[in-house]
Every structure is written in C-alpha cells, then in structure tokens.
C-alpha cells in the first residue's frame, strides 16, 4: 500500500491529480480523468454515484485499500475521492492495486 500511496503523491506534485467530487465528476465529464479513485471507507452512495460518473466517461473506478485519512495524507488534500488525469499513473495505480489484492488474498489462504 505504501507504494500506492507513494505514487498517489507524485501524481499530485506532477498536477496529475484532482481531489474531491465535484472535482473528479468534472474532470471525467470533460475527459480529462483516467482513474476515478475512492477511499475505502466513503459512503457506498458517493461510491455508487463516482462509478456512475466513470461509466459514462468510460473511465474505470476504484475503491483504494486506504482510508480517507491515508488517501488525504498522500495527496496533500483531505478527500475521499481523486481523480487521476494521467494514463500513466493510472495504470500503475491499477496495477498497485492488483498486486495487493493478490497479496491480501495470498494471506488469507
């Protein structure tokens, strides 16, 4: 997780990167978003609404194995919700992410 979050903050310091809802809702509507992000512990309803907004931007969504305290740390901002505008970054985020759900299931077996 700390990479996760390692690359979260270099996605800020690059400008790549947008916190809040309203932020990241406009940012997918004018195609500028490449991930939408959410902390784990946001309402399912902004959840449900931030997946809705990536949908119909074609974008995907994720639930990032952090809090929003630990999300807001990494970005500079206190928010539950990022929306990563950079390809690149997004796809290694995703790709983070990937590698520690498979490691959090690994544990459990």
Do not use: W
């Amino acid at each position: 997780m700390n990479k996760l979050l390692s690359l979260l903050g270099l996605a800020r310091r690059a400008g790549r990167l947008e916190a809040g809802f309203d932020a990241c809702r406009a940012a997918a509507r004018e195609g500028r978003a490449a991930l939408l992000l959410a902390a784990e512990d946001i309402s399912p309803k902004t959840y449900k609404n931030l997946q809705y907004e990536a949908e119909r931007a074609g974008i995907p969504a994720a639930r990032a194995p952090a809090g929003m305290v630990e999300l807001g740390r990494a970005c500079g901002v206190r928010a539950g919700v990022v929306s990563v505008n950079d390809k690149g970054f997004a796809q290694a985020l995703q790709k983070e992410m990937e590698h520690t759900d498979r490691m959090k299931e690994d544990a459990a077996i």
